[in-house]
């Protein structure tokens, strides 16, 4: 008998994880997790280099081939990855400058020039979304007029996942998905739109030919191979955005259906069907995996980033006693948290490190803490910047059920979701039921995969031709571990709490645009 395996692999912003699916049993049988780096080099500036997703990349499969014998037994790979990057190629397929990502804020000038040559009406009716630095031309827009070499050696503009399939096969392409974070996008018709490319000033040939997530667009090449191990010719499909290929992987597959990923940022995603026009552009949408499909999507920049942030800062004995006795740096931070009672005893965060993204799309925002007290301990801080993180989430819900869409609990995925206490919260704060899937067995570190990479394995499965349609077993592979049910009372008591921290938010925002003019004025870079 024939054994089947595919191998799926997202790139997040700090990390590449990657799975092998074996299709047989229906489970994901070695996953990895490996990091790259990312650069800040000015403020509002953020940049990863290409080769470091591929060096990412190699590592984890590599390290996946460790955990038993599939190398040569890989039929099919997809990969997905983070969105909104304006990573240029050139000819010879090599990267022109570091990717701006996401979260790079720099460009809110050349969001101003493509209101006035386009319109964000008209990038509301083609793209379905809004205007912002979040999304590629703006910030290719901001290379043509101050880097204007690199403008030029720019043959194509590829998404991250792009570049490393790539990598893989040889071949430029763009999956739905990754295509509408591109203003020329017309995400109804699943065509790139030559009126609004031109109108922004960027020329279409640009831009990769488009692909549905599980169609076939190469072969792993003999230097892909020799690279990563995976045996040549195994076929290589176009993939998904990390979102849309965790949706998949935790079994958010049908419209109404929502859930919450959770990493180094955050979303909520709702499916709606593309043919469904919803006229609210705080929350973005961008083409499924699943054809016929949309998530409706709410992105979030600083969530684990917010604690990562507090441990290196002030984690310092945290840090020391998890070498010291190999344990979990961030369990010994949230059982700190443990010991404050909900609400963090006033004290309240704002996770805008760099900006804010959905709802606000604010550039020049900034992190805060409100409410310290006298009696306010460092537990207090903990505790408030995971509560601060449900706030931004839940600002984001909230604007999804006044737009009608339908969320009556959430799946859940990601990092945090790890935390008992991170997801009781998110649970108390949004009011909602969060159901955490099980993908799959734990590593030697006690994490089990992620969603990603099996929505990208089970892509890879229906291009190797092991499946139908990406739906075929889904039912098989992911099932219901646990539900957090919200505590009403305390539901209740951030509801309150939320009012306010709303409420300070927005009268703090001219402020906060003077002190971001002043930090460029004095380069605190």
Avoid at 118 to 140: H, L, S, T
Avoid at 442 to 454: I, K, Y
Avoid at 472 to 477: N, T
Wanted: glycine share 10%; hydrophobic share 35%.
């Amino acid at each position: 008998m024939t054994e089947k395996y595919t191998l799926g692999i997202d790139i997040g912003t700090t990390g590449v994880k990657a799975s092998v699916l074996d299709i047989d049993a229906g489970k994901v049988v070695a996953h990895s997790l490996k990091e790259h780096p990312l650069f800040h080099p000015k403020p509002g500036y953020a940049e990863q280099e290409g080769d470091n997703y591929w060096k990412a990349v190699v590592s984890a499969v590599r390290e996946c081939f460790k955990q038993g014998d599939y190398a040569d037994k890989i039929a099919g790979v997809s990969l997905s990855g983070l969105v909104g990057v304006m990573l240029p190629i050139d000819k010879d397929g090599k990267p022109v400058r570091p990717g701006m990502i996401w979260m790079d804020s720099r460009s809110e000038n050349e969001c101003t020039d493509i209101r006035n040559s386009i319109g964000e009406e008209k990038i509301n009716q083609i793209n379905g979304n809004r205007v912002a630095p979040w999304f590629v031309e703006p910030k290719a827009l901001w290379m043509k007029k101050h880097e204007p070499e690199n403008y030029e050696k720019t043959y194509k503009f590829v998404s991250p996942s792009g570049y490393c399939t790539f990598k893989m096969c040889g071949e430029y392409t763009m999956n739905h998905g990754d295509a509408q974070l591109f203003y020329p996008y017309e995400y109804q018709k699943g065509i790139w739109n030559k009126e609004v490319a031109d109108g922004i000033g960027i020329p279409l040939e640009k831009y990769p030919p488009i692909f549905n997530s599980h169609e076939v667009v190469g072969k792993i090449t003999k230097k892909a191979s020799e690279e990563t191990g995976i045996k040549e010719g195994a076929i290589v499909v176009a993939g998904g955005t990390d979102i849309s290929c965790a949706a998949l992987g935790c079994g958010v597959v049908k419209a109404g259906q929502a859930f919450y990923s959770m990493g180094t940022g955050a979303n909520i995603g709702v499916m709606i069907p593309t043919s469904q026009r919803i006229n609210e552009f705080r929350i973005l949408k961008w083409t499924s995996v699943l054809p016929g499909l949309t998530m409706f999507d709410g992105p979030m920049a600083f969530v684990g980033a917010s604690l990562n942030w507090f441990k290196n800062n002030f984690g310092e004995i945290e840090i020391a006693e998890a070498e010291k006795n190999n344990s979990n740096v961030f369990e010994l931070l949230t059982k700190k948290a443990e010991k404050i009672k909900p609400g963090s005893d006033g004290l309240m965060y704002f996770p805008y490190l760099g900006n804010t993204l959905a709802p606000n799309w604010n550039s020049s925002s900034t992190g805060m803490f409100f409410g310290i007290r006298p009696t306010t301990s460092k537990a207090h801080f903990i505790r408030s910047v995971i509560e601060g993180v449900a706030f931004d989430c839940y600002s984001n819900v909230k604007i999804a059920k006044e737009a009608g869409a339908k969320i009556d609990k959430f799946t859940l995925n990601g990092g945090p979701t790890k935390s008992r206490l991170w997801n009781q919260i998110t649970s108390d704060v949004t009011g909602l039921p969060l159901d955490l899937p099980d993908v799959g067995k734990s590593d030697e570190t006690g994490f089990p995969p992620e969603a990603a990479p099996l929505g990208n394995a089970i892509l890879a499965a229906v291009g190797a031709g092991f499946y139908s349609n990406p739906l075929e077993s889904i039912d098989d592979i992911v099932k219901v571990k646990e539900t957090f049910e919200p505590n009403l009372k305390n539901h209740q008591m951030y509801n309150e709490f939320f009012d306010v921290w709303r409420s300070i938010y927005h009268n703090v925002i001219d402020d906060m645009e003077t002190h971001h003019q002043l930090l460029k004025k004095y380069d605190f870079s």
